[in-house]
Nanobody, 127 residues
Framework: QLQLVESGGGLVQPGGSLRLSCEVSGITLDYYAIGWFRQVPGKEREGVSCISSSGGATNYADSVKGRFTLPRDNTKKNTVYLQMSSLKPEDTAVYYC???????????????????WGQGTQVTVSS
């Protein structure tokens, strides 16, 4: 059974950085798609970033381009990271990672195609 566990959230000042981790268990990360989403109360969950292993595609929402990245650690192949820099108060949200497995698409799935979700981690950007 595929499981996702996010970590790394917290309180950070505007302009600061955080790195979220999404540890994937139950599978070996081949032919997958991993997406990062965020949600604030009263609003729909929105896509932040994603990666498709098959096509190598990585996508970023316009609101985070140039500030968020998806670094990889080859020593931790079952962990996907979201590096967040130059954080703004409007980045405050609960962040979720999601997985679709197996996934052979060149591009990332759309939100309703993700079958597996983590429990979420709170990110608060405030002075």
């Amino acid at each position: 059974q595929l499981q996702l566990v996010e970590s790394g959230g917290g309180l950070v000042q505007p302009g600061g950085s955080l790195r979220l981790s999404c540890e994937v268990s139950g599978i070996t990360l081949d032919y997958y798609a991993i997406g990062w989403f965020r949600q604030v109360p009263g609003k729909e969950r929105e896509g932040v970033s994603c990666i498709s292993s098959s096509g190598g595609a990585t996508n970023y929402a316009d609101s985070v381009k140039g500030r968020f990245t998806l670094p990889r650690d080859n020593t931790k192949k079952n962990t996907v990271y979201l590096q967040m820099s130059s954080l703004k108060p409007e980045d405050t949200a609960v962040y979720y990672c999601a997985a679709e497995y197996p996934w052979y698409g060149h591009d990332c799935p759309v939100i309703y195609e993700y079958d597996y979700w983590g429990q979420g981690t709170q990110v608060t950007v405030s002075s």
